[in-house]
């Protein structure tokens, strides 16, 4: 399954555009304030509009999301 970008309104897949990157949220177990951080900055919304969204092991965002040279 081709990763795709966990950003709202986002349509890039991964191996769609040349240079495009695909990177992890961090983990909880690793580096949970860097998590957070991650996670504020992505400002998605749970389905049920109710906490806050959580993302899995799995969960990417692209490289379009990102200022460069600037990181969390």
């Known amino acids: 399954m081709p990763d795709?970008?966990?950003?709202i309104g986002?349509?890039?897949r991964q191996g769609e555009k040349m240079g495009l990157c695909f990177y992890r949220i961090p983990?909880?177990?690793e580096n949970p304030e860097?998590?957070?951080?991650?996670?504020q900055?992505?400002?998605?919304?749970?389905?049920?509009g109710n906490g806050t969204w959580q993302?899995?092991?799995?969960?990417?965002?692209c490289s379009d999301h990102f200022i460069k040279g600037m990181s969390f």
């Open 41 to 48: 900055a992505i400002r998605r919304a749970t389905v049920s």
């Open 4 to 7: 795709s970008c966990c950003e």
């Open 27 to 29: 983990s909880d177990k």
């Open 34 to 39: 860097r998590r957070q951080l991650w996670i």
């Open 55 to 61: 993302p899995s092991q799995y969960t990417r965002l």
């Open 10 to 12: 986002c349509t890039n």
